[in-house]
């Protein structure tokens, strides 16, 4: 990735990359089996040019769902976890 033609300033708006997601029996089989470890690499690609990211969590409100908050799958895969620093911005859909 070239990064440097992007403007220094911009962001990296990671969203939804939670535990809860690998629940098969609930979403079924993934579509994207390297989205993982194209995840990781451009969070460490943009984190080292000193640009802002910003890791957003789905708190569903959906009493099955297994991104709710207080259940196990609200919080983020292990490798965004290592990666996010402090800022998290929780979101709902309903």
Known sequence: M???KIA???????IDVQKGFEDLGFWGPRN???????????IDV???S???VV???HDSVVAESPLRPGHGG???KEYV????????RGRSCW
């Not at 220094?8 to 990671?14: F, G, K, R, Y």
């Not at 976890?81 to 998290?88: D, L, S, T, Y």
């Open 74 to 76: 609200n919080g983020f």
């Open 55 to 57: 890791f957003v969590r």
């Open 46 to 48: 943009w984190q080292a």
């Open 32 to 42: 994207n089996p390297g989205a993982d470890d194209n995840i990781a690499s451009l």
């Open 81 to 88: 976890e290592a990666r996010r620093g402090k800022g998290v």
């Open 8 to 14: 220094d300033n911009a962001a990296l708006v990671v």
């Open 50 to 52: 000193g640009r802002p």
């Open 2 to 4: 070239d990064i440097a």
